[in-house]
């Protein structure tokens, strides 16, 4: 059975727009998260350790080592305020 050459020009085209595709999105990805691979399966613990870097870096992302918080982590609160519904 021969083989019709003419589709492997468009196979190859769409394999290469995949790719490019793909890599492209990974590369977006990964600089939105200062270069960290994505997150998955994110809990509630972790939500709270994102909001607590947030916080702390101005980042999701951003981890901080420094043993004392910096004075503005006083005044900004997780508590956010609520509608009260009667």
Same mark, same amino acid.
């Given at each position: 059975?021969?083989?019709?050459?003419?589709?492997?020009?468009?196979?190859?085209?769409?394999?290469?727009?995949?790719?490019?595709?793909?890599?492209?999105?990974?590369?977006?990805?990964?600089?939105?998260?200062?270069?960290?691979?994505?997150?998955?399966?994110?809990?509630?613990? $972790? %939500?709270?350790?994102?909001?607590? /870097?947030?916080?702390?870096?101005?980042?999701?992302?951003? #981890?901080? $080592? %420094?043993?004392?918080?910096?004075? /503005?982590?006083?005044?900004?609160?997780?508590?956010?305020? #609520?509608?009260?519904?009667?």
């Amino acid at each position: 059975m021969p083989v019709p050459w003419e589709a492997l020009i468009p196979f190859g085209l769409v394999t290469t727009m995949f790719a490019a595709a793909g890599t492209l999105f990974n590369i977006s990805k990964r600089a939105q998260n200062q270069g960290k691979p994505v997150r998955y399966h994110i809990d509630a613990w $972790d %939500e709270m350790m994102m909001d607590r /870097d947030k916080r702390l870096t101005g980042h999701e992302r951003g #981890q901080s $080592d %420094e043993a004392t918080a910096p004075e /503005d982590f006083a005044t900004n609160s997780v508590w956010y305020t #609520q509608k009260v519904v009667r």
